[in-house]
């Protein structure tokens, strides 16, 4: 159990586009939308770990058979996730984003996570070092705990996101936060399509 809460834990870790969402989030929005923005990120990561600790092996060789194609509509869509986010934030005159309920983070980060059939490739990756063979029960524990993994780090990226936001001394530096993120997410999409 704690195996799959620690992989959790490293995959959430890892800074790449969808930390930088709910980094930015969390600093563009607070703490509570930050948190959401994680836990949608999560329960991405949980349901890409129930499937690939439940029919990882059925699945696993069609993924990898299309593994490039798969790569390139996923670098597409962060480009233009970022284009769309920066698009809002320079357009000259934009007014300051009206307070939105926090939960309305969720969503996005959930979408652009379960988008990603890489992650149950890497998931799937980790299948043999866990003791989910012959047990539906073991392989939905194990989900689970990997997801707690994931939701932990996460809600924490978008805290430390939220810490910052408050540090800065107003809506400018704020937005500049966005805009890095926007960036950050705009240059992995890039890397993907050049890889």
Request: include cysteine; aromatic fraction near 10%.
């Given at each position: 159990?704690?195996?799959?809460?620690?992989?959790?834990?490293?995959?959430?870790?890892?800074?790449?586009?969808?930390?930088?969402?709910?980094?930015?989030?969390?600093?563009?929005?607070?703490?509570?939308?930050?948190?959401?923005?994680?836990?949608?990120?999560?329960?991405?990561?949980l349901?890409?770990?129930?499937?690939?600790?439940?029919?990882?092996?059925?699945?696993?060789?069609?993924?990898?058979?299309?593994n490039?194609?798969?790569?390139?509509g996923?670098?597409?869509?962060?480009?233009?996730?970022?284009?769309?986010?920066?698009?809002?934030?320079?357009?000259?005159?934009?007014?300051?984003?009206?307070?939105?309920?926090a939960?309305?983070?969720?969503?996005?980060?959930?979408?652009?996570?379960?988008?990603?059939?890489?992650?149950?490739?890497?998931?799937?990756?980790?299948?043999?070092?866990?003791?989910?063979?012959?047990?539906?029960?073991?392989?939905?524990?194990?989900?689970?705990?990997?997801?707690?993994?994931?939701a932990?780090?996460?809600?924490?990226?978008?805290?430390?996101?939220?810490?910052?936001?408050?540090?800065?001394?107003?809506?400018?530096?704020?937005?500049?936060?966005?805009?890095?993120?926007?960036?950050?997410?705009?240059?992995?999409?890039?890397?993907?399509?050049?890889?």
């Amino acid at each position: 159990m704690w195996k799959a809460f620690v992989f959790g834990v490293v995959v959430a870790g890892a800074i790449g586009p969808i930390a930088l969402l709910i980094f930015g989030t969390g600093a563009r929005q607070g703490f509570p939308a930050g948190a959401f923005a994680g836990l949608g990120a999560a329960l991405a990561d949980l349901l890409y770990a129930l499937a690939a600790f439940l029919a990882g092996a059925l699945v696993l060789p069609y993924v990898a058979a299309h593994n490039r194609a798969i790569e390139i509509g996923c670098a597409i869509l962060l480009i233009g996730l970022g284009a769309w986010m920066l698009s809002g934030l320079l357009r000259p005159g934009a007014a300051p984003v009206a307070p939105r309920p926090a939960a309305q983070a969720f969503l996005p980060t959930f979408l652009l996570t379960v988008v990603n059939p890489m992650t149950f490739v890497m998931f799937a990756g980790v299948v043999p070092q866990l003791p989910v063979a012959g047990s539906v029960g073991n392989a939905v524990a194990l989900a689970f705990a990997l997801a707690g993994g994931s939701a932990f780090v996460n809600v924490a990226i978008g805290g430390f996101g939220a810490v910052l936001g408050r540090a800065l001394p107003g809506e400018r530096e704020r937005r500049a936060v966005s805009v890095a993120a926007a960036l950050g997410i705009v240059a992995f999409g890039i890397a993907g399509l050049a890889g």
